[in-house]
């Protein structure tokens, strides 16, 4: 089992920067795969960015595609998001997810087991 905390959010204004950190707790961090995901009032959870166990692997979704980067540090058990180029409608709440298996669907909520409480971020114009 895997507890996650986010951090990291904040205001902004359009254009501006944002780096998201996801802490994991336990000694394997290594063996998650972590994802990112957003959700804004009134809106569906939606997909941001994953990572692979080792990092060789990402996908993004497409709002994000060239302006969000992630990332992580097994040494330190962390996941990022480093946001940049940012947009009044990338506000929302931004969860930090992780999961042990390969397949399934990058991209559905529903693959993964654990999640942060998540971390507001706002983005004025």
């Known amino acids: 089992q895997v507890q996650l905390v986010e951090s990291g959010g904040g205001l902004v204004q359009a254009g501006g920067s944002l780096r998201l950190s996801c802490a994991a707790s336990?000694?394997?961090?290594?063996?998650?795969?972590m994802a990112w995901f957003r959700q804004a009032p009134g809106k569906e959870r939606e997909f941001v960015a994953a990572i692979s166990w080792s990092g060789g692997n990402t996908g993004y979704a497409d709002a994000v595609k060239g302006r969000f980067t992630i990332t992580r540090d097994n040494a330190k058990n962390t996941a990022y998001l480093q946001m940049n180029s940012l947009k009044p409608e990338d506000t929302a709440v931004y969860y930090c997810?992780?999961?042990?298996?390969?397949?399934?669907?990058?991209?559905?909520?529903?693959?993964?087991?654990?999640w942060g409480q998540g971390t507001q971020v706002t983005v004025s114009s």
């Open positions: 997810s992780a999961d042990r298996r390969w397949s399934g669907s990058w991209m559905s909520p529903g693959k993964y087991d654990y």
């Open positions: 336990g000694r394997t961090f290594s063996t998650y795969i």
